[in-house]
């Protein structure tokens, strides 16, 4: 049993949502109501849900972003990856 206990322990302590902030959570409900608004009240979708997605992204994985550490290694976060499969058009704009 205490097994189990410690394999949940370790998936929890391993996922994104446990090493959030308080700053963070409000930051993903803010985009939650970005996206209410853009999709169940119809108020400006076309520029609501492509930025209510990202702050999401940013904030439940905040790793994705670019540190100083790596900026002077050269090597960029996952957005930098998307901006580049992006720019060889290997991945389509969507």
């Known amino acids: 049993m205490s097994y189990i206990v410690t394999t949940l322990e370790n998936l929890l302590q391993q996922t994104a949502f446990f090493n959030l902030d308080w700053k963070n959570y409000v930051m ?13 009240k119809d108020y400006e979708p076309l520029l609501l849900t492509p930025i209510a997605f990202g702050m999401l992204l940013v904030n439940i994985y905040p790793d994705i972003m670019l540190t100083i550490e790596e900026s002077s290694n050269g090597v960029g976060g996952l957005l930098h990856y998307f901006y580049l499969l992006d720019e060889w058009a290997i991945l389509p704009s969507l």
Do not use: R
């Open 28 to 40: 993903i409900a803010v985009a939650c109501l970005f996206l209410y608004l853009a999709i169940a």
